[in-house]
C-alpha cells in the first residue's frame, strides 16, 4: 500500500503491536468467539477518531440504542459517531420487508448495499465499522456472488478514504476464510481457560509484532498487554560489580555480582533467600540505584515488617522512590501484564537491579504461562540480562537437610550465577551456612561460610575450611574445637 500514515486503534498496546496503528484506507476484520469483546475494539477504533474526524458504526447485529449504550458505559460515544442500523430490528427493515445484499438492479427487495452507499456519500466518514459483516451471508447462499459483492463495498469505501474495520462471528460451522482473503488485516481474538488473546496474523504494510498477545475487558475497555520481545542487540552499559554491603558476602563472590547478570539464590524454605537478596537492594538504594521487587511469595506489610526487624529500612527505600514493590496476588495478572510492567520500570522508570521472589509463585500466581511456565521465566531473565539489569531470583527446594539441589524448575540454565544457602544440623543446633556453586563471568570462593540473621541485620563469617559434606547432605567439621568458636 502506498499510503504509510497511521490511525490509532484507540488501544494503547494493540497500537503497539501495529507499530502505532491501521494504516489509512487499510479494511480489517476482527475475529472472534460470542462475548470476546469485537465490538468493544470496533468502538474504541470508532472513539479514537475524536471529534475531528467522523466516524460511521454500520449495525446488522444489535440494536443502535444497545449500542450506545455500550459505548457511554466504555466512555466510547462521541458527537461525531453516527449510527446505520441495518439489523433485523431495525424501522426501515421492518417496514420496507427483507433486505438483500445486491444491488436493487439485480434482485427486487431494498438493497443494503445501496444504503450503504448512500449513508457514504452523505457522511463521508473517515473510519467505519461494520458490526458483524458475516450477517451478510445470511443474505444469500451464492458464495460467489457475495464475494463479488463484499470486494466491491470495500472497494468502494476505500474509495471514499474511508478506514474500514469489521467484526466476524468465528465459529466451527460458519467459515470467514474468503473474508480472510479480501481485507488488509486480520486480527484474531481468542479466548483460553486462563486468559484472552489477540493475534495478528496478517497485516499488509510493516509487519506487526508476533503473538499471541494478552488482553482484557475492564470497566476502561479493552486493554492490550503486547508480549515480551527479547532484543537482538545488547544494550550498552558499563561493567561493574554489584556490592552487597556485606564484605564477606562479597568476596565470597569476587566482589559483588557482575551488572547485566541472572542469579539465583536458591534453598529451602525460611532459610533466609529473600532477605540475603534484599542485602544487594539496600545495599544499591544507598547508592541511588533503583530497583523493582516482584514479590510472589509474601505480602508488602509481612515483607516490610519482617525486612525491617532486620535492620533492613526497605519503607524508607520505597518513600525514596529507590525501590518499587509490586505484590502478585494468584491470578491476579497475566505474564504479559508483568512483562508489560517490568518493561516500563526499566525502559521509562530506569531500574537497574529486579529481584523476582520467588519461582515457586512465579508459576503458580500467574495467568496465562500456557503449559511451560520456566520459559516465561527464561524470557523475562534473556530481556533484563539484554538490558544490563542486574536480575536476582529466590528459588526454593523442597529438601530443607539432605542430598543437595540447586534448583527444581528446570531454569538452571537461566542462572549465571547460583548461590545457595542450607540448613545444616551440628550438635542438635540448626545453622544455615552459605556459599557459590557457579560464577559464569568470573571466579568466586570455593569455600562455605557461616550465615546469621539478627537485629543489626546479616552476619556472614569467615570460610568454614573444615566442613565437609554439606552438598551430600551429610555435613561434618574435621575440627570440633573450630566448629564449636564463634561465627567469626
Do not use: C
Amino acid at each position: 500500500m502506498g499510503n504509510t500514515s497511521r490511525l490509532s486503534t484507540g488501544i494503547a498496546g494493540l497500537d503497539t503491536i501495529l507499530d502505532g496503528g491501521f494504516l489509512e484506507e487499510q479494511n480489517v476484520i476482527i475475529r472472534g468467539p460470542p462475548g470476546a469483546g469485537k465490538t468493544i475494539f470496533g468502538l474504541h477504533f470508532l472513539a479514537a477518531g475524536g471529534n475531528d474526524e467522523v466516524s460511521l458504526y454500520i449495525n446488522l447485529g444489535e440494536p443502535t440504542e444497545y449500542v450506545r449504550r455500550t459505548a457511554d458505559h466504555f466512555g466510547l460515544n462521541s458527537d461525531s459517531l453516527r449510527f446505520l442500523e441495518l439489523s433485523p430490528t431495525g424501522d426501515r427493515f421492518t417496514e420496507e420487508g427483507t433486505y438483500t445484499l445486491f444491488s436493487s438492479a439485480e434482485a427486487e427487495q431494498p438493497s443494503l448495499v445501496s444504503e450503504v452507499r448512500e449513508t457514504v456519500e452523505e457522511l463521508q466518514p473517515d473510519r467505519v465499522l461494520i458490526d458483524p459483516i458475516t450477517e451478510f451471508r445470511f443474505m444469500t447462499t451464492d458464495d460467489h456472488q457475495f464475494r463479488t459483492q463484499i470486494l466491491g463495498l470495500l472497494d468502494f469505501l476505500k474509495s471514499a478514504n474511508a478506514t474500514v474495520v469489521m467484526t466476524s462471528q468465528a465459529a466451527a460451522d460458519v467459515s470467514d476464510t474468503d473474508l480472510q482473503f479480501l481485507t488488509d488485516a486480520v486480527i484474531n481474538l481468542e479466548q483460553t481457560e486462563d486468559t484472552h488473546t489477540v493475534d495478528v496474523p496478517k497485516f499488509r504494510g510493516p509487519s506487526a509484532k508476533r503473538g499471541p498477545h494478552a488482553y482484557e475487558i475492564t470497566e476502561a475497555g479493552v486493554e492490550v498487554w503486547p508480549r515480551l520481545e527479547i532484543r537482538e542487540t545488547q544494550t550498552d552499559f558499563p561493567q561493574e560489580k554489584l556490592s552487597s554491603g556485606v564484605p564477606e558476602l562479597d568476596q565470597l563472590l569476587n566482589g559483588g555480582l557482575d551488572r547485566g547478570t541472572v542469579t539465583f539464590f536458591s534453598g529451602p524454605t525460611g532459610v533466609g533467600k529473600t532477605t540475603t537478596s534484599m542485602q544487594f537492594v539496600q545495599a544499591a538504594a544507598g547508592r541511588g540505584t533503583q530497583s523493582l521487587l516482584l514479590s510472589f511469595e509474601e505480602s508488602r506489610r509481612t515483607l516490610i515488617q519482617r525486612s525491617e526487624a532486620l535492620n533492613m529500612p526497605i519503607s524508607e527505600m520505597v518513600e525514596q522512590g529507590t525501590l518499587d514493590i509490586i505484590e502478585v496476588r494468584p491470578q491476579e495478572y497475566t505474564v504479559n501484564q508483568l512483562t508489560n510492567m517490568l518493561q516500563e520500570a526499566v525502559e521509562d522508570a530506569g531500574v537497574e537491579i529486579v529481584l523476582v521472589d520467588g519461582t515457586q509463585g512465579f508459576k503458580q500466581n500467574l495467568r496465562g504461562h500456557g503449559d511451560d511456565p520456566a520459559k516465561n521465566l527464561i524470557d523475562i531473565g534473556r530481556y533484563l540480562r539484554e538490558m544490563g539489569v542486574t536480575t536476582i531470583v529466590t528459588n526454593e527446594v523442597h529438601d530443607i537437610t539432605g542430598q543437595f539441589r540447586a534448583t527444581e524448575e528446570g531454569v538452571s540454565n537461566l542462572a549465571d550465577n547460583i548461590v545457595f544457602i542450607r540448613h545444616v544440623e551440628y550438635k542438635g543446633r540448626i545453622q544455615k551456612v552459605i556459599g557459590v556453586l557457579k560464577m559464569r563471568t568470573s571466579d568466586f570462593e570455593h569455600t562455605l561460610r557461616r550465615l546469621e540473621f539478627t537485629e543489626h541485620g546479616i552476619s556472614v563469617g569467615d570460610p568454614l575450611e573444615e566442613l565437609q559434606g554439606v552438598l551430600t547432605g551429610t555435613p561434618e567439621w574435621k575440627d570440633e574445637e573450630s566448629a564449636g568458636g564463634t561465627d567469626g
